[in-house]
C-alpha cells in the first residue's frame, strides 16, 4: 500500500478580522513566552544576591571564617552567570519577536508610516520555521555582566580585600586597625597550599578576564543601548 501523499496547499488568505485575532493570539503567547523566560533570568539574579549576601555574613561577621568563603562565592557567581547568560539567549528570542509584533504590527496602526519594514511578517515566519539564537552566549554573557553581575563580583571583592587587610577579622590575631604594609595582606591571603602572592595573582588574572569580558566584547546593544526603554 503506497503511503500517502501530502500535497503542498496553498496557504489561505485571511480577512483583516481574522488576521487580526491571529496576531492577537499569537502576540499574547509570545509575551508569555518572553515572560516566562524573564522569571527565570529575575530568579538566577535573586540566587545570586542570596549567595553574596550569606557568604558576605558567613565571611564578616566572625574572625574564624577563612577568606577562601569569599573566593568561593566568586566561583558560585560567575557559575549562575553563565547559567543566566544561557536563559538570556531563549528570553533574547522571544523578546525578538515580540518587539516585531510592537514595532512594526500595533506601532503601523496607531501612527502607520509608508512602506516601514514591510518584509516583518517574512522575517517573523522564518523565525518560526527555524528557531535560531540572536546574541552568543558570550555576548549574552557580557551584557548580563556589565548589568548586574559586575557589581556583585565588586562587593565581593572589596570585602575579600577588607578581610585581608583587617586582623580583627582574622582568626588568630588580636590587633585591631589595618595591616601596616601591602606584604602582610598578601601573606594572609594563603589559601592552604597555595602562597598568598599566587592566590593574589589568580585573583588579578580573574578579574582582568572579567573586565575584558564585559568591555571588550563587541557589544550590538541596539535598543538595550542607555537611554532607551526596553522589555
Known amino acids: 500500500m503506497k503511503p500517502a501523499v501530502v500535497e503542498d496547499l496553498p496557504a489561505r488568505a485571511l480577512s483583516s478580522s481574522e488576521f487580526a485575532t491571529t496576531m492577537s493570539h499569537f502576540h499574547r503567547a509570545e509575551i508569555g513566552r518572553m515572560a516566562g523566560w524573564r522569571d527565570r533570568l529575575d530568579r538566577t539574579t535573586n540566587w545570586a544576591i542570596t549567595v553574596v549576601a550569606a557568604m558576605l555574613s558567613v565571611s564578616l561577621s566572625t574572625p574564624n571564617a577563612h577568606h577562601g568563603v569569599l573566593l568561593f562565592a566568586m566561583l558560585l557567581i ?75 563580583f565588586l562587593i565581593l571583592f572589596l570585602a575579600w580585600v577588607v578581610k585581608l587587610s583587617t586582623p580583627s577579622l582574622q582568626a588568630g590575631t588580636a590587633d585591631t586597625g589595618f595591616v601596616q604594609s601591602l606584604r602582610g595582606a598578601i601573606s ?17 588574572f580573574f578579574f582582568a578576564g572579567l573586565f575584558g569580558v564585559a568591555f571588550l566584547t563587541q557589544a550590538h546593544d541596539g535598543e538595550f543601548a542607555y537611554g532607551d526603554a526596553h522589555v
Open 78 to 152: 560567575l557559575l549562575l552567570l553563565w547559567i543566566e547568560a544561557r536563559r538570556y539567549r531563549f528570553f533574547d528570542v522571544y523578546r525578538f519577536r515580540v518587539r516585531q509584533f510592537e514595532r512594526h504590527y500595533f506601532a503601523q496602526i496607531v501612527a502607520p508610516q509608508p512602506n516601514f519594514a514591510s518584509d516583518w511578517q517574512l522575517i517573523l515566519g522564518e523565525s518560526l520555521r527555524a528557531p535560531q539564537f540572536l546574541i552568543s552566549h558570550r555576548a549574552a554573557f557580557a551584557r548580563r555582566l556589565r548589568r548586574n553581575y559586575i557589581y556583585m
Open 188 to 204: 594572609a591571603a594563603a589559601l592552604g597550599p597555595l602562597p598568598g602572592w599566587l592566590v593574589v595573582g589568580m585573583v588579578a
